[in-house]
């Protein structure tokens, strides 16, 4: 089955600087990665998959993500943090015969003024 | 568009008693998928509908369950309800012709149960 992992809880940045939050997938076959965004008392908001194709992948809010199959990592990165980026971050895999969604534990992002 | 619609939106029960949760997906969106999220557990899958069958099931006990209505309209019934089962309820809808693992999920607002 897969599986997702986000090694840190907590990412603090200050306002200006690059961000990266950190994901690791295991997956039989070809993995379909997505990344989503959940503010307080909120449902979950859609910021960008991989699917195919090109590594890096840009998704909503300039936010991007980079695909290493090698490394089995998608990490989701921009280049500059603003303060209303703070929430809690999924990342969730699914594998090609499988429609079941696998969330990792997500990622607290604080960015401070 | 209008989004994915949850109803209730908050919900206080007491042990024992059932409770039924609402979903409306995306206009054109035929799958809805149901998760509870816990702070405990995070983000665990529940089942999947499609064209008004169950596709997909997660690891959760008999006293979940759900339904799809011709309209794409989805409800999730938890009975015997359990001190456990507090949580932050979330559906989600995407496109889904096919049942391809491509597609985006919708997610809503989500419903948080409450079980004293």
């Known amino acids: 089955a897969q599986s997702v992992a986000q090694p840190e809880d907590q990412v603090n940045v200050a306002e200006g600087n690059p961000l990266t939050v950190k994901c690791t997938y295991s997956v039989s076959g070809n993995p379909y990665l997505f990344w989503y965004v959940q503010y307080p008392n909120r449902g979950l908001q859609f910021l960008l998959k991989y699917i195919t194709g090109d590594n890096l992948v840009k998704g909503s809010y300039g936010f991007e993500a980079e695909f290493n199959k090698s490394q089995t990592s998608f990490h989701l990165k921009k280049p500059s943090a603003l303060v209303s980026d703070s929430a809690l971050y999924f990342c969730a895999v699914r594998g090609f015969n499988n429609n079941d969604m696998r969330f990792g534990a997500g990622t607290r992002l604080t960015v401070k003024p | 568009k209008a989004g994915v619609t949850q109803t209730p939106r908050y919900l206080i029960k007491t042990r024992g008693q059932q409770v039924t949760l609402s979903c409306s997906p995306i206009?054109?969106?035929?799958?809805v998928s149901w998760y509870q999220q816990t702070p405990g557990q995070g983000l665990q899958f529940l089942f999947e509908?499609?064209?008004?069958?169950?596709?997909n099931k997660g690891n959760f006990p008999g006293r979940f369950s759900g339904r799809q209505f011709s309209n794409s309209r989805s409800e999730m019934n938890v009975s015997t309800l359990e001190l456990g089962d507090s949580a932050l309820y979330l559906c989600?809808?995407?496109?889904?012709?096919?049942?391809?693992?491509?597609?985006?999920?919708?997610f809503g607002p989500g419903t948080r149960l409450t079980v004293l």
């Open positions: 509908y499609f064209s008004e069958t169950q596709r």
């Open positions: 206009s054109g969106h035929r799958s």
């Open positions: 989600a809808s995407s496109v889904s012709e096919a049942g391809g693992p491509a597609d985006t999920q919708y």
